[in-house]
């Protein structure tokens, strides 16, 4: 499971968003799982809806695009998000940023990001902060590259 919070694009599929929960909101009190087995097993302890390791790797893998209710459900109770962000991508952008800034936050309060990082933010001029945010992107970039190379 990776610590840094990875971007949502615009119009992710319902696969992208399973996965960027999974690496980015997972549930502190739970153990970080190593495989779709843990992590259907996890969901299903934590809510009580029985759920396959193979529905997750539908799920994660695009193989599966039109879940049963319960089972997103299951999977928005476990990662503490509305259902609705499972919705079409047009309607989710209001939800797809406060889902990331619950993820900044989670990484603030587990010392992943520095309060100090984000208040320096806060603090520069829009010109220093459209640099920052270039480097942050081409950054970003640069590691799904990498992650995506064999």
């Known amino acids: 499971m990776s610590n840094k919070t990875e971007e949502i694009a615009p119009g992710a599929t319902l696969a992208d968003k399973v996965e960027w929960l999974i690496r980015n909101l997972w549930p502190a ?27 997750v790797w539908k799920l994660r893998t695009g193989r599966q695009e039109n ?5 997103l459900r299951a999977l928005a109770t476990f990662f503490g998000v509305p259902i609705g962000y499972f919705g079409r991508p047009s309607e989710t952008a209001p939800i797809d940023e406060d889902i990331t800034l619950k993820a900044l936050r989670r990484d603030v309060e ?11 933010l806060v603090d520069l001029s829009p010109e220093a902060r459209w640099v920052v945010d ?3 992107l081409s950054a970003a970039e640069a590691d799904r590259r990498r992650q995506a190379a064999p």
């Open 67 to 71: 879940p049963q209710l319960k089972t």
């Open 29 to 55: 009190d739970a153990q970080p799982p190593r495989n779709n087995v843990e992590t259907a097993a996890a969901i299903a302890n934590s809510t009580g809806e029985d759920i396959s390791s193979t529905t």
């Open 110 to 120: 587990h010392g992943i990001i520095r309060p100090e990082v984000l208040r320096a």
């Open 134 to 136: 270039e480097m942050i």
